[in-house]
């Protein structure tokens, strides 16, 4: 399967661009865009957002990427000492820290809770939630980031790629 890892690794690096390019979407504009609306028109907005990503396209990269991060993990890790491995296995490890740990761990119940809040409550809700939500979505963005990079380091360190 070794032969087949700088393969894997242009398909996660791909995945990951695509997963973390929309969290860097939502921390650089998408959520100054749902600030500046009333509060609850900005907290409805965010509402549907969270109802309609959940969709076959957005789950092949947001479910896909782990994936191929853990494949990456454990072979990279079984020949850490090779050429980029240890790129690999670092920019695996942060992206399923990250991007998905974090959005798992933090982001999701972040937005369970607002779907379950009434736009009545907005004024309370709304300000609380961004301000938690944005934070931890700035960090996963970064690690993204962190993560293609290394990725991609790893790949420069292949021979034949």
């Not at 896909?64 to 991060?69: H, S």
């Not at 993560?147 to 420069?156: D, P």
Request: glycine content about 10%; some cysteine; charged content about 10%.
């Amino acid at each position: 399967m070794n032969e087949y890892l700088p393969l894997i690794v242009v398909i996660a690096i791909t995945s990951a661009g695509v997963v973390t390019g929309l969290l860097f979407a939502f921390s650089n504009f998408v959520m100054r865009a749902l600030q500046d609306l009333p509060t609850e028109h900005g907290m409805f907005a965010m509402q549907r957002i969270n109802e309609t990503i959940i969709n076959p396209l957005f789950l092949i990269f947001f479910l896909g990427t782990p994936v191929l991060c853990l494949i990456i993990g454990v072979l990279s890790a079984l020949e850490l000492s090779a050429a980029g491995h240890a790129y690999f296995f670092g920019g695996a490890v942060i992206y399923l820290l990250g991007p998905f740990g974090i959005t798992m761990l933090f982001n999701v119940p972040l937005n369970n809770k607002l779907a379950g809040t009434a736009l009545s409550k907005s004024a309370e809700a709304w300000p609380l939630y961004r301000k938690q939500w944005q934070w931890w979505n700035h960090i996963r963005t970064y690690m993204g980031i962190l993560s293609v990079f290394l990725l991609a380091l790893g790949l420069a360190g292949v021979p034949g790629m």
